[in-house]
């Protein structure tokens, strides 16, 4: 299993990534908005743990999504530690 990690950056808005989490990861909006504040004080935040291809695929939304907005917002897989996966 892979986790879908959000890198934080001092130019992508609270608000999009916010946005991404809840329409990329299907996350309400009270965690989305943990997760996002997760990222920005800690530098990074674990958006979930999935098979390889569906983590893959949901970077490459993160990513592309980014790119339409011209934001930064940087989007990694690496393997899951049980311990990092996302508070529901």
């Not at 011209?70 to 529901?88: F, G, R, S």
């Amino acid at each position: 299993m892979f986790q879908v990690v959000l890198i934080n950056d001092d130019y992508t808005p609270m608000e999009f990534v916010v946005a991404i989490l809840e329409q990329i990861f299907a996350m309400d909006h009270e965690l989305a908005v943990r997760v996002m504040l997760k990222v920005h004080t800690e530098g990074k935040g674990v958006c979930g743990v999935f098979t390889r291809e569906i983590a893959e695929t949901k970077a490459e939304q993160v990513s592309q999504a980014a790119r339409e907005h011209e934001h930064p917002l940087l989007c990694l897989i690496e393997p899951a530690d049980d311990a990092n996966d996302h508070e529901d």
